[in-house]
């Protein structure tokens, strides 16, 4: 892909680092499909989701009342 990152008070940043956190970023905020955010990576989607639990970040998005709708089937 190559983009320019700018050192930022001597700290190194991987352009892989960055990427991912632009994909899970973007990924939260519903702006591109799960499947785009892991091409972004460079990984499978299971990774992804993988990723994103191991960050603590839910991967389910049901409101309340689906959840319930969901646990009376």
């Given at each position: 892909m190559g983009i320019a990152i700018k050192p930022i008070a001597n700290i190194?940043?991987?352009e892989k680092d960055v990427l991912t956190a632009l994909a899970i970023y973007l990924y939260l905020k519903?702006?591109?499909s799960l499947g785009k955010a892991a091409e972004i990576c460079e990984i499978s989607k299971?990774?992804?989701l993988e990723l994103l639990s191991k960050l603590g970040i839910s991967v389910i998005d049901?409101?309340?009342e689906e959840l319930e709708e969901e646990?009376?089937?």
């Open positions: 190194e940043i991987a519903k702006e591109i299971w990774e992804f049901y409101s309340e646990a009376c089937r």
